[in-house]
């Protein structure tokens, strides 16, 4: 068993050496037995970090290409052995030499994906065995339930999730007036709320982003008029038709509309309430200051994560921003729109199913370049009409109910991020800074200091 990294050596000709060396043994016991000698098992752990494609390492002395050289000759060479089993192991096969995965080489490819729900119950029987016999599991403890809630947690994480379980029910046996005192090791039950806490610890790598998904709508949802709520039942319907059709494994689905109405929002409620294990967010807050080389790989990154899980949704948010445009010019990103464009075409492998929701403030610059026929459905979100903005003060419960109607008649046309902002103002102003008062419905925002903040605040 060899660590890719342990092989290489300093000094040069020595790594060429060390690969020889792994296969010495293989080659004096075939010259001396022949047929009859053994199986010789090789195992590389992490393979990348010797084997990446030759001409991609730019380093002078070209050792990196000479080491790729030594290990196909002694695999598939000339003087190549038969009683040698290679296997490599690692999570970057894009960065391996072609080369070595040819037929005669490493031909046969296994892919060891995430488990599913039976395969995280075992992987959580195997982790929680001991703890049963010892009787240190608590009776409470559904593995089947834990298997469910954990949808896209690798092996790796599950066993996370298991030592964060055990660490919880660890503290409440600790006492942190007295360190010294010995545990009560008989009394240690470790229950299902350890391991709920433990999930909310442990995130796993490709599931959903819900932090920054709950971001995105900080201030709710709230009932924002017929228009709104026939876009998300549309969009949910979209979900629907991504889960059980066996004809669109991709679906694609962008939201437009003015500034602040409410699109980001809509896309991440419609991404946490699918339920899927996989949701991404793609905004052009986690690129600021990257090259476009590097946000193309980003973003491809994040689609390739999507097609290792079953059902995946990945936001596009704010299109424009992402890519880079300018009204003055115009100028934008060539690089990033036609990887967009080509990911947004890009069926799943077969077994996986994607759904895209992009949202942009410049349906106008997207049609120009042809990005908006790439999406199967568009979907118009508007600003709040006053029957609109009656039905979210109501909801707010921030006016007195003989003011809601000329606060609302006030607020035609308005996005309603602006809404929201505006009444944050007035809440504020309106007692010092403190607004628990207003939103805790025991004081009113009066409407006459509501206009003033109004005026504050350029209309949409």
Known sequence: IVNGPEVLNKYVGETEKNVRDLFADAENDQRARGDQSDLHVI????????CKSRGSTRDSTGVRDSIVNQLLTKIDGVESLNNVLLIGMTNRKDLLDEALLRPGRLEVQI????????????????????????????????????????KNYSGAELEGVVKSAVSYALNRQLSL?????????????VTMDDFLNALHEIIPAFGASTDDLERCRLNGMVDCGERNKHIYQRAMLLVEQVKVSKGSPL???????????????????????SDFPYVKIVSAESMIGLHESTKC???VKVFEDAYKSPLSIIVLDDIERLLEYVAIGPRFSNIISQTLLVLLKRLPPKGKKL????TTSEVGFLDSIGF?????VTYNVPTLKTSDAKKVLEQLNVFANEDIDTAAESLNDMPIKKLYMLIEMAAQGEHGGDSEAIYSGKEKIKISHFYDCLQDIVRY
């Open 177 to 189: 007036d007295d360190l010294t005192k010995p545990v009560d090791e008989e009394s240690i039950k």
């Open 372 to 376: 908006c026929d790439n999406f199967s």
């Open 251 to 273: 679906v694609t689905c962008l939201l437009e509309g003015p500034s602040g109405s409410g699109k980001t929002a809509l896309a991440a409620t419609v991404g946490i309430d």
């Open 111 to 150: 892919e060891i994906s995430l488990p599913d729900e039976n395969g995280r119950l075992q992987i959580l029987q195997i982790h929680t065995n001991k703890m049963k016999e010892s009787s240190f599991l608590a009776p409470d403890v559904n593995l089947q339930e834990l298997a469910a809630r954990t």
């Open 43 to 50: 195992i590389f752990d992490e393979i990348d970090a010797i």
């Open 297 to 299: 790989a980003q973003i």
């Open 355 to 358: 759904m895209v929701i992009g």
